[in-house]
């Protein structure tokens, strides 16, 4: 992209026609290509000291979830003492970069996380499914923002984003961001309901295009999830913008990753697609639960030579 | 995060596969009628391109092995395996396929040891596509009937396979699985710097019990193949490599009642279109040129880019490149690895250098190459014109020639414009223009969307200089069939 006339990038969003000629102008994914390249990404053999880094760079980059009907401030608390020390016997495992909750269980999080370097998400905008008035979403936002929350999740509307009313998704990002303030905007795609790679790489650009700071892939409430082909095709789309803007956006995979291997293979198409700048929480992330608890038992292996039972490390 | 000390840079440490596995031995023999024995003529080391250094001994052939190894596949084909039911060939087939699966790594380290490729590629390439050779025409030879050439097609002979040093087992899978499935036996010479795996295939067959000189493997140089090609009682000749031995191969056997298929030299075009999907395009440049360090007949090595992306394309390619990582072919993240001969790479320095004196702009991304062995950057030269020698001749190196066309009908002319004609690329998310230019490509073998991509059940072969005859598929089985 670096070597295309850039084009005004506020004009794009001028009315469904000219942001529909954007996303549509951008070069097509071809998908047996793409599934072929993240294949290809994933037989890097990640050892030794390489592999301790990328254990450790994987669990700072983590937003320990939980959003579930059943949360309760309790839960969230021993989440949060998680997140801070994710292992007691052991101060050299870093913390995690953030606790994702939902808005009303923010206050708990940002009391229990005092102190600590782990920033408080919450997912908003009428979450998972993003079907409620504008307004409504809004004061969702509002609400987990007066909260405390640092960061905000928001969903896009996947409905309009599939009937082309890209504007309207557009539209309600910009405000929403803007309804976040000092807040950090992830905008999560639903790649799984948006169906190819083609929709996921134009809903990556029209996401940056409206502000959001990271792009997020999923929910975690729809299957597939985060998957090696639209990882690749969202860290392309930040790629991309970074050569056509020279800002840096972020992106965030979460949904079904559980196995240390899986993070460590993500990390390698970090480095390769992306780039190394990309190596950092501040633009990458990993939504997960128990993913958490796979790092801590592969750290441990790799420090001690064998391996620790599950009850080895905390369930929460 | 940026309270940490550690670096943000991720190296990969070596993650090495064990030389070990490829269970060298300090010397090979040939195969003759069911046995190993060593060759009369002389004891050759076979060196690792990577580093240099010797290998094994190989006892190689010497012309009183050629007629032994020829009288015995004679022997066998009008004893046991011409008459013998096509289920029953079939058998063994399958068998050859089966062991070549159970020693894949065996045969992938040893392989990377001996040519120089890394082991991503013998390891997931070379090995399970012989494999899947061989099933794949083991499934053939109890329905030859049913292929087109006739209710009851039969088998040519004794036919004299000669393969090349790129893909030393590959090659021998590609040659070995459709002769015999038609019921020939065979006398096959590798490569004489890459002999090691088709010695072990030798070994599988041993072990699969075939008939004893169904299958006669000789190392040895170009003085054996010309035995092999000239001995009166070889019915076919089946030869890939470069096109001037091919056309000597063709002079020796003109007026002579011995049937040939040659698979010879290319210069690829991989064309990408203004619509191409431009991040998978820039894999298949990759693929297509980079794989097996160029050192490929199909190799995509000319790019011809549509003028409109050709900055856009240049710049994404030239950032994918700086992600490859040269070096240890043995190491597990290696991308590119040796070149697989001294003589090799002199060719492939004598070329480039052509390029940079003719006024092409030469590239290679920042990469430390080892000190022993044979190395050369991945290279790209832009500002290539038609009349480069860099444009037209087959470097078998990893070298892109770039060119640029302004419309279909400007990048198809200068596609067909050479005298090879073996694979070509075509990138658009344009289906109506994939097959038209499908169509016009004077080439065997046109790719759409991919490069380098090579199932058993799809013919290969080339147009022109590239040779003629087909290997692979039904189109496979024609060669070896007297119908």
Redesign the interface.
Known sequence: ????ARPDLRDVSRDDTSLRRFLHGL????Q???E??AA?LA?????????A??I??AI?MIDLTTLEGADTPGKVRSLCAKAARPDSSDASV?SV?AVCVYPDLVATAVLALRGT?VGVASVATAFPSGRASLDTKLHDVRDAVAAGATEIDMVIDRGAFLAGHYVQVFDEIVATKAACGAAHLKVILETGELATLDNARRASWLALLAGGDFIKTSTGKVSPAATPPVALVML?AVRDYHAMTGERRGVKLAGGIRASKEAVRY??MV??VAG?AW????LFRFGASSLLNDLLLQRHKLASGSYDGPDYVTVD | MSARAKSPVFEYAPAPESREIARLKPSYQIFIDGRFRDGSGDAVKTINPADEQPLAEVAEAGPADVADAVAAARRAYEGPWSAMPGKERGKYLFRIARAIQERGRELAVLESLDNGKPIRESRDVDVPVAAAHFFYYAGWADKLGYGGFGPDPRPVGVAGQIIPWNFPLLMAAWKIAPALACGNTVVLKPAETTPLTALVLAEIIAEAELPAGVVNVLAGGPAIGAAIVEHDDVDKIAFTGSTEVGKIIQRTLAGTSKRLSLELGGKAANIVFDDAPLDQAVEGIVNGIFFNQGQVCCAGSRLLVQESVADELIDSLQRRLATLRVGDPLDKNTDVGAINSAAQLARIRELTESGVAEGATRWSPPCELPERGFWFAPTVFTGVSPAHRIAREEIFGPVLSVLTFRTPAEALEKANNTPYGLSAGVWTEKGSRILSMAAQLRAGVVWANTFNRFDPSAPFGGYKESGFGREGGRHGLEAYLAH
Request: aromatic share 2%; glycine share 10%; net charge negative.
């Open positions: 992209m670096s070597t295309l070069p097509g994914v071809d047996v290509g793409a072929g390249r290809g037989t890097r053999s990640i050892k030794t000291t390489s592999k880094w990328a450790d760079t700072a870093p970069a370097s392309e990390l390698v480095n390769e190394q190596l950092d929480p501040a």
